[in-house]
């Protein structure tokens, strides 16, 4: 009797034991209350789709804390069984925090000693990425991370930014672009390709069905329009040739700088001291290049001026910037590394001379003297142009094949791009300029 006794108790004592080991193992998930996605790079397995999945839970009507200079700006949310789901899916590396933990890690981040904030991200920004509807030979950096990302994303173009569809989107992105009407300055080199011949003539044809005689004047009427949107207080991130042609287009409203090859006409003369430098959102006291053969717009960009640079040594440094006193530039400059490696495209960078003082530069190749991250207010609206065809192909050409992100899940270059993204989410005042 003794013994079955002892045994009974031993048993009760061993299924005890087991059910504390049980509730051990789900302890970290009964206790967590919040979801923190770590951004540095130690942490973070799939930088990129991080993102998505803060947009997505953005999506949700969720908010999101973006803590600002803590491991690389990882994102804070509020525990929810489907965001871990989604993550594990995904392939986005989380940990899982209690309240305690979670508010001790934001009375840190909040103290004056430390350069971190946490903003708050309040809802997903709706984007717009304006691209002809044809295929062109090139591909798009911020489609290809919006899609990699599984950020949603709506795409526009001459017609609906002349019929004022800009007013229903939050972001609107410009990559290589033209907006001078001179069709990327590709005549040199591309002029009896196919693709070259088809553009200019869909180009044409649709400036005459919008009510335009000229491209020149089509593609102005766009730009005075995404400027309006911006004004008003959209926000426009804008990559490569769409930077430096965009304000060009701005300082030659009303003159024609375009040579009979591209218009029909030639060029007014003495076009150069006709441009207004007061009409561009980034760039001042830029001369524009003359020649039709030369794949170049002006002395805003430097890549002719880079034959120094090496690739191996081709690297950007990001700026700092106080998380509490400036959020904006500190929001778009998060990263796992301050620095960057370089890339090019036709405009690969900034000559700081034709920067105007408002802009800030918030990050630069020092070897070379060059900016190539920039941002700016605009009215009620915000800007940021970035030099550059694509963070992972060094020099990308026409008719090369796209890059392929899942083999660069973490490209710091790539994130600068997103970093853009969430700007918007996390906006509450806006400034004027």
């Known amino acids: 009797m003794h013994n079955i006794e002892s045994n009974t108790r031993k ?27 770590p951004m540095d ?26 803590l600002l200079n803590y ?24 940990e899982l925090l209690s309240d305690s933990a979670a508010e001790e890690l934001l009375q840190g ?4 000693s430390k350069n971190q904030d946490a903003v708050i991200l309040e809802k997903a920004p709706k984007i717009a990425v304006y691209s002809p509807k044809s295929n062109r030979p090139w591909d798009d950096a911020v489609t290809m991370v919006l899609t990699y990302a599984e950020i949603p994303y709506e795409v526009v173009y001459d017609r609906e930014v002349l019929g004022d569809q800009l007013l229903q989107y939050d972001w609107l992105h410009l990559h290589h672009e033209d907006f001078t009407g001179q069709y990327g300055k590709f005549y040199g080199a591309y002029r009896a390709t196919p693709w070259y011949i088809e553009e200019k003539k869909e180009a044409e044809a649709l400036a005459k069905e919008l009510g335009y005689q000229k491209v020149s004047e089509e593609k102005l009427a766009v730009a005075l329009k995404i400027r309006d949107y911006v004004v008003g207080g959209g926000f ?4 490569c040739s769409a930077t430096d042609s965009f304000d060009i287009a701005l300082a030659a409203e009303g003159v024609d700088i375009c040579e009979a090859m591209f218009d029909g006409d030639p060029s007014e003369p003495n076009y150069q001291a006709k441009l207004d430098y007061n009409n561009t959102f980034a760039f001042k006291d830029f001369v524009l290049s003359r020649d039709p053969l030369e794949y170049e717009f002006s002395t805003i ?5 880079r034959r120094t640079v090496r690739r191996d040594t081709d690297y950007f440094t990001l700026m700092e ?22 890339f090019m495209g036709q405009t690969t960078s900034y000559d700081p001379s034709t920067i105007k003082p408002t802009v800030l530069v918030m990050a630069e190749n020092q070897v070379n003297g060059e900016a190539r991250y920039i941002h700016g207010v605009k009215g009620s609206g915000f800007f940021t142009f970035y030099g550059g065809h694509d963070p992972e192909d060094y020099q990308h050409r026409v008719g090369d094949p796209k890059t392929a992100l899942e083999l660069h899940p973490n490209s710091p270059g790539y994130r600068l791009i997103l970093n853009n993204v969430l700007f918007p989410a996390a906006r509450k005042k806006k400034q004027k300029t």
Not at 71 to 94: M, P, T, W, Y
């Open 41 to 66: 790079s130690e942490g973070q397995k799939d930088h990129l789709k991080a993102y998505g999945i803060t947009y997505w839970v953005l999506s949700k009507n969720e908010k999101v804390k973006w």
């Open 321 to 342: 910037f106080s998380a509490k006193w400036d959020p904006v530039p500190t929001m778009l400059c998060q990263n796992h590394t301050v620095l960057v490696k370089g």
């Open 301 to 305: 960009d430097m890549t002719s001026k």
């Open 71 to 94: 491991r690389g700006g990882s994102f804070l949310i509020q525990d929810n069984e489907q965001i871990q789901k989604e993550c594990k899916i995904r392939g986005v590396s989380f």
């Open 11 to 37: 048993g009760g004592v061993l299924r005890l034991g087991c059910l504390f080991f049980l509730l051990f193992l789900y302890v970290p998930s009964l206790w967590a209350s919040y979801i923190l996605i």
């Open 236 to 239: 426009m991130f804008a990559m």
């Open 109 to 112: 981040i909040s103290s004056p």
